[in-house]
């Protein structure tokens, strides 16, 4: 997208949007625009939100978000669905399904085949279905109470939920049961993949899942151990081939938790941000073996979340305890570098990044 800046210079931008959760001045959806010339974050909309906005993903031209239950009450929390634009958010349908909370979520295709929302609840352990019907989200059809572990008695504590890149298998990321869970899709059911499922290191904290373009690596993310596990997939089978920290421990001996990693447009390159060591931290990947070497890491403001990647050269970063978005340089040179921009926006208590779906 093209704006034009001072002196009538244009500028070419693209868009995202962050959630905030914040107090009932400052709580809701704030839309922004990056310069791709030189990584300035530039405010255009704050819309007001009832409850704290979760998380966001897109399907296609439509942008899904989950809110908190803050009051208690049946009406509130809920999943949204959202026709979207470059910087606007029109809201198409909204199933509450009594109040629950969902803290993150997937569909089964793009706003023209999705006919399925899949939903986790880190409160309760549950994992909800919802029906879309003409492109709306209609009404919750299955939910899926999680197993708590015999062993220790962990309370399962869902986080994370997507396909494998195949989409032979839903999968479910469970910190508080240390588990990754596989599940298969029925018409209206979700079936659990017993001989698949397994079992993570105890009290390593899983937070996510990511798979390469090619299928053959998945990366999980540990929360509380604060490293990536790197697997090979085949088959439904996932193959440990190495454990890596997310920062150099040997520098930093206070408690960190791991928050958030993506891949680069290529993916040579991982960015994981922490909370703790607050932190922004680059990690190169052989694109042949799948594995991780630590390059380097910049220091953010406090406790930094989420994260996106622009042009793969620009990435801005949440900083809920901060109280403030901020925009990183990466460089393709002496093995990748970051640097500060010294961009940055006040948003009270960010803890989600979507960028807008521009091929809609």
């Given at each position: 997208?093209?704006?034009?800046?001072i002196?009538?210079?244009?500028?070419?931008?693209?868009?995202?949007?962050?959630?905030?959760?914040?107090?009932?001045?400052?709580?809701?959806?704030?839309?922004?625009?990056?310069?791709?010339?030189?990584?300035?974050i530039?405010?255009?909309?704050?819309?007001?939100?009832?409850?704290?906005?979760?998380?966001?993903?897109?399907?296609?031209r439509?942008?899904?978000?989950?809110?908190?239950?803050?009051?208690?009450?049946?009406?509130?929390?809920?999943?949204?669905s959202?026709?979207?634009?470059?910087?606007?958010?029109?809201?198409?349908?909204?199933?509450?399904?009594h109040?629950?909370?969902?803290?993150?979520?997937?569909?089964?295709?793009?706003?023209?085949?999705?006919?399925?929302?899949?939903?986790?609840?880190?409160?309760?352990?549950?994992?909800?279905?919802?029906?879309?019907?003409?492109?709306?989200?209609?009404?919750?059809?299955?939910?899926?109470?999680?197993?708590?572990?015999?062993?220790d008695?962990?309370?399962?504590?869902?986080?994370f939920?997507?396909?494998?890149?195949?989409?032979?298998?839903?999968?479910?990321?469970d910190l508080?049961?240390?588990?990754?869970?596989?599940?298969?899709?029925?018409?209206?059911?979700?079936?659990?993949?017993?001989?698949?499922?397994?079992?993570?290191e105890?009290?390593?904290?899983?937070?996510?899942?990511?798979?390469?373009?090619?299928?053959k690596?998945?990366?999980?993310l540990?929360?509380?151990?604060?490293?990536?596990?790197?697997?090979?997939?085949?088959?439904?089978?996932?193959?440990?081939?190495q454990?890596?920290?997310?920062?150099?421990?040997?520098?930093f001996?206070?408690?960190?938790?791991a928050?958030?990693?993506?891949?680069?447009?290529?993916?040579?390159?991982i960015?994981?941000?922490?909370?703790?060591?607050?932190?922004?931290?680059?990690?190169?990947?052989?694109?042949?073996?799948?594995?991780?070497?630590?390059?380097?890491?910049?220091?953010?403001?406090?406790?930094?979340g989420?994260?996106?990647l622009?042009?793969?050269?620009?990435?801005?970063?949440?900083?809920?305890?901060?109280?403030?978005?901020?925009?990183y340089?990466?460089?393709?040179?002496?093995?990748?570098?970051?640097?500060?921009?010294?961009f940055?926006?006040?948003?009270?208590?960010?803890?989600?990044i979507?960028?807008?779906?521009k091929?809609?």
């Amino acid at each position: 997208m093209a704006i034009l800046g001072i002196f009538g210079k244009k500028r070419i931008t693209e868009s995202f949007f962050v959630n905030s959760f914040g107090n009932n001045q400052t709580r809701g959806i704030y839309t922004f625009q990056i310069d791709i010339d030189n990584g300035e974050i530039l405010f255009r909309k704050y819309f007001n939100t009832p409850s704290d906005p979760i998380y966001s993903f897109n399907y296609g031209r439509f942008v899904c978000i989950t809110y908190k239950n803050k009051t208690g009450t049946n009406v509130d929390g809920g999943i949204c669905s959202y026709a979207a634009t470059a910087d606007i958010l029109a809201l198409v349908s909204r199933v509450s399904d009594h109040g629950k909370t969902y803290i993150h979520a997937c569909t089964n295709g793009d706003h023209e085949t999705a006919d399925k929302l899949f939903a986790v609840n880190y409160y309760n352990g549950e994992i909800i279905v919802i029906k879309i019907e003409k492109k709306k989200l209609v009404v919750p059809i299955f939910s899926y109470k999680l197993k708590e572990s015999s062993v220790d008695y962990a309370k399962s504590n869902p986080v994370f939920i997507d396909f494998t890149p195949d989409k032979r298998r839903l999968v479910v990321i469970d910190l508080g049961t240390d588990k990754v869970w596989l599940f298969k899709v029925g018409e209206k059911e979700i079936f659990l993949d017993e001989e698949h499922s397994f079992v993570l290191e105890p009290g390593s904290g899983p937070k996510k899942i990511m798979f390469s373009n090619c299928g053959k690596y998945a990366y999980i993310l540990y929360e509380l151990s604060s490293t990536i596990g790197v697997y090979k997939y085949h088959d439904l089978k996932f193959d440990l081939i190495q454990m890596i920290d997310t920062y150099p421990k040997n520098e930093f001996d206070e408690k960190n938790y791991a928050s958030q990693m993506i891949f680069s447009e290529n993916e040579e390159r991982i960015f994981v941000t922490n909370r703790g060591h607050d932190s922004l931290t680059l990690l190169n990947r052989d694109l042949e073996t799948g594995e991780l070497t630590y390059q380097e890491f910049v220091d953010t403001a406090a406790n930094p979340g989420d994260l996106a990647l622009f042009k793969d050269r620009w990435i801005v970063v949440t900083c809920q305890k901060g109280g403030v978005i901020e925009s990183y340089e990466f460089r393709n040179e002496r093995g990748g570098m970051i640097f500060e921009t010294n961009f940055s926006y006040l948003v009270n208590e960010p803890v989600c990044i979507t960028k807008f779906n521009k091929d809609y």
